[in-house]
């Protein structure tokens, strides 16, 4: 029977059936961080047991870091105390069972699903889990991929194994040539505003079509890291030659182990005729670029549309646009283009990868961010990335702009430290969710490109890219 | 959870909130994520809409503005075991707190049309069911519970839900997940009784694939 990419995933790793719709499957590798893990290695402390397969486990502290430490900061030089805690106790956890961790002082620190590639621990083919929902980013290498709660992490480090119902499969194509000024981030905020953030529900979703053959690693990730905003837990996009190419660059794979694996990895695309549960076929040609209105990520408008008007929606949507419109104080008739913004983020797991800062970098360079914005940082999504924008000079471009150049972290993405927006702020935002109150108390989030989020930057509001 | 006759019930007031979509940043803001243990969220839950003012991990409820309007703070509801709520509940972060917060503050159903996919999960592991019901339920309860009694029962065993004794609907869950909350049963002692096929399994793929083994 021909078979989906997640099928021949889910089968590879099948260990066995257990006595009702689940099944057990091999983990290959577990990414842990300060905050989904503490409960977890508790856990499996007072059970007397530890890590499966020690070296399958790679942590890092990325949720709760400040973004700014300069040289020589320490775990001990975090100044909210409940945070240092939290990052401590990933210290002493990774200390005390023997996991590799690259902590706040490593220059491999960062968000760990921009680490974990980019280090190359991910590889095609693989499962891998992390107690953190945006671990549907690995699927843009081949990888069956999710996002686990607590309980599944202590599982996982105890037993290398995930209890789980199989997912239906749905196909995403995208086909045609994206319009200038439009990036990967714009067609999956589309998607997800086409299907809904339930749309992907119960589905493992497979990205493919010409768009996605065309571009990079980073705008693959992009793309599967936002399938969890579209409901789908494991977003996936078939291994090529730009996977190999960007695996070859990253792994530490002698040149046999990477001969030998490529025989392997070839062979991880979905058969011709398997069939999906869904599909959907979207011409990126016809999007324009995407922003986000509302308070959920399926709010999302062209950047010269109008808001929806309340009087045109339907029953149910009506409530939940109600809503959203009075805590993002928009008014009937407004523009996304017609507001103002305070401040403006880029960063996070979706968009903080070198592509993301060079995007961004080449609308500011030689402008200035406007006056109204009270601070528009970008903060690198890991240490090396960091250290590779400084090589290209980029941390100029924008410190000249004015803007400001942090250190690696989640951030403003949910403003678990310090980077927070203060109540009523507008925020023009290159992170994933626009929840009600997810980047500070009563803050505003609207999602966008780091490309439109550093024009709305230079112009205070959001602009035509073209 | 008790026994009534033959039936294993859950029975109590239900809470109601009219939305679709409410992920878990709205069931627990990130502040409170800060915290290593696995209890004592109750007083978080639904942070932002329960309060006027903004919190922090480590102050209680009796310390807080209430909002007098949110339906968490109104008797009876306050004491509510069951939330009926509309689309896709608990979307979005795969954050386990979520639950937590809605266990500890006492919740043991969570009825609607449906849930994100990880916190479904995330609920069996916590002895909270979650109930799908379709939209045109939903919304016939939504009815019902707008009357004059709030109170439902649940029956685990014949998978029923009654208002003053009637039956309303019946509803599926997987027979396992369900045993998983009646039983309180431990996943890894459960999944540690496959050990060697675990063991065999993995030998072999170190053979097949050895290239995921190298940093080993």
């Known amino acids: 029977m021909p078979k989906t990419l997640y099928d021949k995933l889910w089968e590879e790793h099948h260990i066995t059936t257990l006595d009702s719709s689940e099944s057990l499957l091999y983990i290959d590798r577990q990414y842990l961080h300060e905050v989904t893990s503490p409960q977890a290695f508790e856990g499996l402390s007072k059970k007397g047991l530890s890590p499966w397969r020690l070296n399958a486990n790679i942590a890092t502290p990325d949720h709760n870091v400040p973004t700014e430490r300069g040289d020589s900061f320490k775990t001990e030089n975090i100044e909210d105390e409940i945070s240092k805690i939290q990052v401590t106790e990933l210290d002493k956890n990774c200390n005390k069972f023997g996991i590799k961790q690259f902590d706040i002082t490593s220059i491999n620190q960062g968000i760990v699903h921009v680490i974990g590639p980019e280090l190359g621990y991910t590889l095609p083919g693989m499962t891998i889990v992390c107690g953190d929902s945006h671990t549907s980013t690995h699927g843009a290498f081949g990888c069956l991929a999710m996002g686990i709660g607590t309980s599944e992490v202590e599982h996982v480090l105890a037993t290398q194994t995930l209890k789980v119902s199989k997912l239906k499969n749905m196909r995403v194509k995208f086909n045609g040539e994206p319009q200038e000024g439009v990036t990967s981030k714009d067609i999956v905020l589309f998607l997800i505003r086409r299907i809904g953030t339930a749309g992907g529900n119960g589905h493992a979703i497979e990205f493919a079509g010409s768009y996605i053959e065309s571009i990079s690693m980073e705008a693959r990730m992009t793309i599967c890291n936002m399938s969890i905003e579209a409901g789908a837990k494991v977003g996936l996009i078939a291994p090529d030659g730009t996977t190999f190419n960007y695996v070859k660059d990253h792994s530490q794979l002698s040149e046999e182990e990477f001969e030998d694996a490529m025989s392997h990895w070839t062979s991880l695309v979905s058969d011709n005729d398997a069939s999906f549960d869904k599909e959907i076929e979207i011409d990126v040609s016809l999007i324009k670029p995407q922003v986000t209105w509302g308070t959920s990520p399926e709010m999302v408008v062209d950047f010269d549309q109008e808001i929806p008007n309340l009087d045109f929606v339907d029953g149910e949507n009506k409530r939940n646009f109600e809503l959203a419109k009075k805590y993002m104080g928009i008014e009937e008739n407004q523009k996304v283009t017609d507001l103002k913004f305070d401040r403006v983020f880029i960063g996070s797991c979706t968009n903080s990868r070198i592509e993301d800062l060079r995007d961004a970098a080449k609308v500011v360079d030689g402008k200035k961010v406007s006056e109204d914005i009270i601070e528009a940082i970008v903060v690198p999504g890991s240490g090396l990335v960091k250290e590779q924008a400084e090589s290209e000079g980029l941390n100029k471009i924008f410190e000249k702009a004015g803007f400001v150049w942090r250190d690696p972290g989640c951030s403003m993405c949910l403003g678990m430290n310090p980077d927070q927006l203060k109540p009523y702020e507008r925020c023009a935002s290159t992170s994933n969710r626009n929840f009600e109150g997810r980047q500070g108390n009563l803050g505003r989030t609207h999602l966008m490109s780091p490309l439109m989020a550093a024009l709305t930057a230079v112009n205070g509001r959001v602009v035509d890219p073209s | ?216």
């Open chain 2, 1 to 216: 959870m008790k026994i009534e006759g033959n039936e294993l019930i859950i029975n109590g007031v239900v809470a109601t909130i009219d939305r679709d979509n409410i992920d878990t940043d709205q069931i627990i803001p990130t502040e409170y994520l800060k915290s290593i243990k696995k209890f004592g969220f109750e007083d978080y839950l639904f942070d932002g809409w329960r309060y006027l003012d903004e919190g922090k991990l480590g102050i209680s409820k009796n310390d807080r503005e209430q909002n007098p309007d949110f339906i968490l703070n109104q008797a009876p509801y306050d004491k509510a075991t069951i939330l009926l709520t509309r689309d896709n509940f608990g979307c979005g972060s795969s954050r386990e707190h979520a639950v937590w917060a809605l266990r500890d503050f006492g919740i043991k159903i969570v009825i609607a049309s449906s849930f994100g996919d990880i916190f479904y999960n995330n609920c069996f592991k916590n002895g909270v069911l979650p109930i799908k019901l379709d939209k045109n339920k939903i919304e016939d309860l939504f009815q019902k519970m707008s009357d004059s009694s709030a109170d439902l029962s649940v029956s685990l065993d014949s998978k029923k839900i009654f208002q003053n004794e009637n039956e309303l609907y019946s509803f599926g869950v997987e027979e396992s997940l369900l045993e998983r909350i009646i039983y309180g049963l431990d996943d890894v002692d459960m999944t540690l009784k496959h050990k060697d096929k675990i063991l065999a399994f993995e030998h072999t793929r170190m053979k097949n694939t050895p290239w995921i083994f190298s940093n080993d």
